[in-house]
């Protein structure tokens, strides 16, 4: 472990691992990924391009082997942070990205829904009107996360059926109405609102890029990308599980049909393979098959800590009861395990 990894899983103990009931539960930890971007895992300043990626998809992954909401809430993060990097509007770059790295803004995603229209699984739910200097948005968009009054957020809107633009919004613009989304199975302490715009107009300063369609290939790999390691954390931490019960009733888990080793070296395989993409260069097409096989095996993982775990394991408030619910949410996340399907598919 270098000293970065250790200073992250020290954070982690300290900040984080306190935390976990109280986040499961619906707290928000706003404060710790401030204090993320403070210690600087989120710049890019002076690094080349596979580096800070590499580091910050070690982030998601340590954060999620704690609290996969959490890991959550920086892959939320992160998106919004590669809208920015990637946008060819600098006015908005030179505003904005220094204070999404530092953490002193925060900021979410917001293309759930465009995702699913490029997929050809749903329409678009904003619309947008150009005007003298910009957009009136209209629409509303079920479910956004990590965010907060302070917050921005991308999403993309329909011109016409030639346009489509993306658009970096404050949850402080007027006409926007922001309904809490609670009583799910997990990730209640994600900051996970529906999103209502009454003639929301976007300023052209705010434009992450005029031509959405384009844009969404260049966004989408790190998109994708920085998803995989919510998987990767949640099957340590699930692997670690299995590991504290092998002695326990005598050892009689030996005889599950269901072992840790194989997916151990699933694992160590999806590791080495996107580590190899991240220093490579980030393809589309290679990572829906790594980001399918992630979720399946997380799913595995957390059901083999359950059978492992036995009664302990069965209770509401046990460490696997909450990682079940994490990876029930990782297989529903945009691209979810159906839309993953239909994308290797097609």
């Given amino acids: 472990m270098t000293n970065i990894q250790q200073r992250l899983t020290d954070l982690f103990e300290k900040e984080l691992k306190p935390q976990v009931r109280s986040i499961d539960a619906g707290f928000y930890p706003k404060e710790l990924l401030t204090r993320l971007g403070e210690e600087g895992y989120f710049s890019s300043e002076g690094a080349a391009s596979s580096a800070y990626l590499q580091r910050e998809l070690d982030v998601v992954a340590e954060a999620s082997r704690f609290c996969m909401t ?26 904005m990205l220094s204070r999404l790295e530092s953490g002193s803004t925060l900021a979410g995603t917001g293309l759930s829904n465009p995702m699913k229209y490029y997929a050809g699984l749903e329409t678009l739910h ?7 200097g910009g957009y009136v948005v209209n629409g509303t ?17 329909e011109v016409n059926a030639d346009q489509r633009v993306m658009l970096f919004v404050s949850c402080a613009a007027d006409g926007l109405t922001r309904k809490a989304k609670t009583n799910y ?63 326990r009733q005598g050892g ?58 036995g009664g302990a394991a069965y209770l509401s408030n046990s460490p696997e009861a909450r990682r079940l619910r994490e990876a029930y949410f990782l297989v529903n996340l945009t691209p979810t395990i159906k839309h993953l399907e239909k994308m290797l598919t097609v």
């Fill in 252 to 309: 009689c888990n030996q005889f599950l049909p269901l072992q840790p080793e194989a997916i151990q070296a699933e694992l160590e395989e999806l590791q080495t393979e996107v580590a190899q993409l991240a220093s490579r260069g980030l393809r589309w097409d290679a990572l829906l098959p790594l980001r399918k096989r992630t979720a399946t095996l997380t799913i595995e993982a957390v059901h083999t800590a359950m059978l492992h775990g």
């Fill in 70 to 95: 959490t890991g959550f809430l920086i892959w939320c993060h992160l998106a919004a942070l590669t809208y920015m990097r990637k946008s060819e509007n600098d006015k908005l770059k030179k505003r």
């Fill in 185 to 247: 199975l997990g990730i209640n302490g994600s900051g996970t609102y529906a999103c209502h715009f009454d003639d929301v107009f976007i300023s052209e300063e705010d434009v992450l890029a005029e031509d959405a369609d384009s844009f969404i290939k260049q966004i989408r790999p790190d998109f994708l990308a920085y998803q995989i390691p919510l998987g990767f954390g949640v099957t340590k931490a699930a692997l670690a599980s299995i590991e504290r019960y092998r002695s």
């Fill in 141 to 157: 968009l079920p479910s956004v996360s990590n965010l907060d009054q302070t917050h921005w957020f991308g999403a993309i809107a």
């Fill in 126 to 132: 904003l619309q947008a009107a150009k005007v003298d």
